[in-house]
């Protein structure tokens, strides 16, 4: 986890003092881009301890779906206590539904996109080929004297990118994301990691990810979301017989948290430790070994598939994180 460690200096050094939403200071530098060979381990932070367990809690939440604290808090991630209950902004939103409640965050948007379409209602082969597609008819309206039909279907962005894999795996669309403009106001927190995109090669048969943030808390995130790429990447190789290779991990704003510089002043003096590597409970079907592509692995899997073999740290550190 050199490379972690190289952007914490490179903000320290070149970034600039900002003021944000959450009244706390950062010093920010926009453009940072980590790469790691999931094949030579893991990247898990070694220079304090990484919350492993949370991390894929919030993973396995998204995966399936989850919209309230409560669920995340089962799969043993309180991250999204706060977001949901202490936010002044959030609290005061008409779309909250009540305690524990955060919208359509991250894995809605990533298994049930809310799709529409409008369409004038004597066009009869757009219709028929929509409805093939899987959306159904919700109502009929006027719009400018012009009588049309309102279709709706959720889609399954993730399945939709295994399935490609499996199908199509030269396509250069594998990709799935969580930024939808039409529902931004109605949840408690927009996706920061909001663009993923898988990349096979059958040649190699390896597969790697791309994943792009908008904007990044380097002190406390950072380390969060490069555990979560780089399971749900191996979790994907997995489940379409390919072996996890490289994860590239983007960054549009990278910062630092002012109340977070201790924490990570202290984390600088450390040397790091060898990488560990990740190991999915064998009850987790591997296409590889069993021919059978099963997508509803997505779903079905739990935090106790999946633990770090050798995995060794310095001692815990922690921070506030920014709400």
């Known amino acids: 986890m050199k490379q972690y460690l190289d952007l ?55 995966l399936r779906a989850s919209r309230s604290a409560a669920d995340f808090r089962e799969l043993g991630c309180k991250v999204w206590d706060a977001n949901a209950n202490e936010n002044p902004q959030w609290l ?43 959306y159904r008819i919700v109502t009929r309206f006027e719009e400018d004297g012009v009588p049309k039909v309102l279709l709706y279907k959720a889609i399954d962005q993730l399945r939709q990118c295994l399935d490609t894999i499996m199908r199509n795996p030269t396509d250069r ?38 994943l792009y943030i908008r904007s990044n808390d380097v002190g406390l995130g950072t380390p969060f979301n490069l555990a979560e790429g780089a399971a749900l990447l191996t979790l994907v190789a997995r489940l379409t017989g390919y072996t996890p290779r490289w994860f590239t991990y983007f960054i549009g704003d990278a910062h630092i948290y002012e109340n977070q510089l201790a924490m990570l002043e202290r984390q ?23 021919g059978r592509y099963e997508p509803e692995w997505l779903e079905k899997v739990e935090p106790s598939d999946f633990s770090l073999v050798g995995y060794r740290h310095h001692e815990p550190l922690t921070a506030p994180m920014a709400v």
Not at 184 to 193: R, S
Request: aromatic share 10%; proline share 7%.
């Open 8 to 62: 914490v200096r490179t903000i320290l050094e070149t970034g600039t003092w900002q003021e944000n939403r959450t009244g706390i200071r950062t010093i920010s530098m926009p453009g940072a881009m980590l790469r790691f060979d999931l094949q030579q381990g893991f990247p898990a932070v070694t220079t304090k301890k990484l919350a492993f367990k949370s991390a894929i809690g919030e993973m396995i939440g998204f």
């Open 92 to 134: 005061a939103n008409p779309y909250r539904e009540g305690p524990d409640d955060l919208g359509g965050v991250y894995g809605v948007q990533w298994r049930q996109w809310p799709a529409y379409k409008v369409l004038a209602e004597d066009a009869s082969a757009r219709i028929e080929d929509a409805c093939a597609r899987g």
């Open 173 to 210: 669309r594998i990709l799935f994301h969580g930024w939808n403009p039409a529902v931004l106001e109605e949840i408690a927190l927009p996706a920061c990691h909001l663009l993923y995109q898988f990349v096979p090669n059958v040649v190699r048969r390896e597969i790697s990810l791309c």
């Open 268 to 290: 600088l003096e450390r040397t790091p430790y060898e990488s560990p590597t990740l190991s999915i409970a064998e009850r987790v079907p591997s296409f590889a070994e069993t």
